[in-house]
Structure formats: C-alpha cells, structure tokens
C-alpha cells in the first residue's frame, strides 16, 4: 500500500510537470515586439509593432485582433493569436490613450479690474473649453478674495487650468460738478444775487462734498468769483467757478468796447503780421483757432504768451463733416480744445460755431442741431461768441478799405463790439488792422480780449 502511494505520488507529480510546460510554452509561444503596455497621448499615432512565435522565430502566421482609437481616452486591448501542431496560442498588448493637455480658461473683459473702493466687482464672464471634453465652462470654479477672483477647471483627465483676474479696489477719477443756470451772472449795483446753485455726481460716491468759496459785494462795482470745489471720499477734487459781475445801473462801465477776433488761424503769412501790430499797439485781441500745420503751433503759442485769448472754433472746419451729428459735432470741439489745451497748458471754454450760431448750412447735414448745440453747449460751461461787427474779409471786402470801412462803420459806443475778422491769408485784414486800432482809440473805444466775463453777443437762431 505505500509503495502504491509513492507511486501515485510521482505520477502526479510528473502530470503536474508537464501540465505547468504545456501552459508555459502556451502562454509563452508568441512574443511582443515592444512593450507589452504602451501608454499614448490622445490623437497621437499609435504604430503597431507586432510580435513573432517562438516557435519559428516568424511573424507570417500570427493574427492580430484589435484597433486603437486614438481620438477616445481608454485602454485597448491588442490580441496576437496563431496555431501550432494543432494548439492555438495568444498573447495581449494593452494601449492606454490618456490625455494630458489642460483645458483652457479664457475670460470676458480684462484681466486687471479697477472697481470703486466701496463698490464691488459685476462678473464679465468666462469660458472653458477642453480639447477632449469640449465646452466645460459649467465646471468651473470660482474662488474670490478681496484682491482677486480665481477661475479653476478640471477636465476629465483631471487636467486643470487656474487663472486670475487682479481686482483693484481705487478712484482716481474726480466729481463731475455742473453749475445751475449760466456761468457769468450780472447783477445791479445794490441789488441781490442769489447764487442757482449747482449739481455734482461721482463714479463712485453718492454723497460728495461741496465747497464754495468766495463771495460777491452787490455794494461795489467789479466782478466776483465764486469757486464751488468738489472732494470724493478717495480725495479727488475738480473745481468750477462762477463769476458775477456787479454792473452800474446804466451799464456804463462796460460800453464802447472793441473786442478784435480773428477766425480760422493761424497762418504763416498773416498771424505774426497781425501779432506784431497788436504788441505795438499795446491791444489784446482773441483767436478763434482751427487745426492747422503742426508746424504753426507756434503761432498759438505765442498768441497766448502776448496774453491774448486763444479760443476754440473748429478742428476741420468741414461743415458736413461737423453738423452731420451732435456726437460728430462735440468730437470736433473735444479734438480743437485738447490741442489748444496741450499747446497752451490751459482749457479754453470760449468758443465760436463754425458759420455762426445763427448759421444755415447746417440744415443741409442735420435739421435743428443748432437748436440742441447753441443751449447745450452753454449748459456745459462754454461761452460762444457770434459778432455784431463783420469786416467782411471773407466776403464782400474787395481790399483793405473796404475792411476798415465795413468796421468803423459798425462801431457803436453804446455796447460792447464784437468785430469778425479772419488771420488766414488775408492781407486785406493786415493792411486795415493798425488803422482800424488808430480810429477805435482816437474816438475813445477801448480794446479788450474775450474772457469767461465778458457777456456773450449771440445770434438767433435759424436751424
């Protein structure tokens, strides 16, 4: 019985010997070429490199079954099969397609926001899409602190993109203060003035302070001003200043004066002529400037620099271009002022209509703007000036006598007069200028520049 049992022992044992062979050279009878697990990136070639039987040493009679798709994240299994003496033998490659690129944040608006130091910041929007996912702008997280918002996403890959959009919490723009009614107020010698007042807004503060200094004594001929300063709670202040002026019950003190303006300046051949006539008369006049050369900045320079008043008229002075809209209308004014601004150092509020407030040709382009323009530029803080004396130099004026005569003629003592003349090539103009001066003087006129004082000569209006 136990010599049976040992016997029975060895033959399982031989069994098992060659059973576990048997399963070697199965599992063992085919061969990969490369790796038996192969990781590639999404959209990435895949290159089979096949596999030999160990057999033969030969790829010619293994069979492969199995494709990668390597536009769909996943793992895929290759299967190599052949046959041999009536067995069949396999093996396995396994490919990984993984993705790996981070999906992409983009955000709406800008990157670095300044908001009010009270206010808080209205979301512009995001996107995020994903090479593989597509649009997964509803993954996205939003994380905020006091100095920045922080806009996270993951992919299915667990691929992530971060981006930040910078919040600054400052103010640096100033009040916007607008005084109620008319910036040069006039009032009778003892009479009363009552101050309309004023309205002020702010980017940021509901609430803004208002100083007002200054004062007028109704008792005492002379003009007054009266500055109205304008401080948010950031610091930022403007100022605006009204000025009354206190007038002699016949109005006396401010008749028989000659206020020379010239339109349409500079120019090479005309302005310093006419600069020079003004220095030796010891006059001071005021120029109703366009754009012209840079070259001729000069010219404005040193008008200002005599302590004449450099004014605003046009930028182009292209009537259709001007009256084709009020938006066109104030785009022009904003280019003429910035330029005189930057020349000069100082905004000019004094302005003149190309053509007139009382101009036609504007119902060509834009029927009623004249309307709107005269009272809304005047609510805005402009002054404008029309004339009530014309030398006709840019009409009717043959020659230089022809322009002395047509002002000297308009001359009147009982009011203020406001001559229309042009510094463009104009010799006719040059040739008149000292004379008209000699005649204004020596029948007792005086000469005077536009300020923000002088009371505005306004045409009526016809569109």
């Known amino acids: 019985m136990v010599k049976f049992n040992k016997i029975f022992l060895i033959i399982v044992f031989v069994l098992s010997l060659m059973c576990f062979g048997v399963v070697h050279i199965f599992n063992h009878a085919i061969n990969l070429k490369g790796d038996k697990y192969v990781t590639i990136l999404l959209n990435e070639e895949y290159h089979e490199k096949g596999a030999v039987n160990v057999y033969n040493e030969s790829d010619k009679d293994i069979e492969i079954i199995g494709e990668v798709d390597n536009t769909k994240i996943g793992t895929y299994k290759i299967e190599y099969r052949s046959n041999y003496l ?47 996912d597509g649009d997964i702008t509803s993954k996205v997280e939003i994380i905020k602190n006091e100095e920045n918002i922080t806009y996270k996403v993951l992919d299915s890959s667990n691929n992530s993109h971060i981006v930040s959009r910078l919040i600054k919490k400052v103010d640096n723009e100033s009040p916007s203060i607008k005084l109620k009614g008319s910036s040069t107020y006039y009032v009778v010698i003892d009479s009363k003035f009552e101050d309309p007042g004023y309205t002020v807004s702010d980017n940021c503060d509901s609430k803004v302070k208002v100083e007002v200094s200054g004062s007028v004594d109704t008792s005492k001929i002379g003009t007054y001003e009266i500055i109205y300063t304008a401080t948010d709670s950031s610091g930022n202040s403007v100022d605006i200043k009204r000025y009354v002026r206190v007038r002699d019950k016949d109005m006396s003190e401010n008749t028989g004066v000659i206020y020379l303006t010239f339109d349409d300046g500079p120019s090479s051949s005309s302005t310093p002529k006419i600069l020079d006539i003004l220095d030796k008369k010891n006059v001071k006049a005021t120029f109703f400037v366009i754009n012209q050369n840079d070259n001729l900045n000069y010219l404005i320079k040193r008008e200002y620099d005599s302590g004449h008043t450099v004014a605003l008229h046009s930028y182009t002075h292209n009537y259709s271009k001007i009256y084709a809209s009020k938006d066109a209308f104030y785009e022009d004014l904003n280019l003429i002022s910035a330029k005189v601004e930057k020349i000069t150092g100082e905004k000019s509020m004094i302005m003149r209509f190309p053509g007139g407030g009382s101009n036609t040709v504007s119902k060509k382009y834009q029927k009623g703007i004249m309307t709107d323009l005269t009272k809304e530029v005047v609510d805005l803080g402009y002054h404008y000036f029309d004339w009530n004396v014309s030398s006709g130099d840019a009409g009717g004026a043959k020659n230089s006598d022809d322009v002395y005569n047509n002002v000297v003629n308009g001359l009147k003592k009982n009011r203020n007069n406001i001559v229309l003349m042009h510094d463009f090539s104009n010799s006719k103009t040059v040739n008149a200028l000292e004379a008209i001066i000699d005649y204004g003087l020596a029948n007792g006129y005086r000469f005077d520049k536009i300020d923000m004082t002088t009371p505005m000569i306004r045409h009526g209006v016809n569109n």
């Open 86 to 132: 009536g067995f069949e033998f396999k093996n396995y490659r396994y490919v990984d397609v993984v993705d790996k690129e981070a999906p992409v944040i983009t955000l709406k608006g800008k990157d670095e926001v300044r908001i009010c130091p009270n206010g808080d910041y209205d979301e512009e929007g995001y996107t995020a899409y994903d090479n593989y």
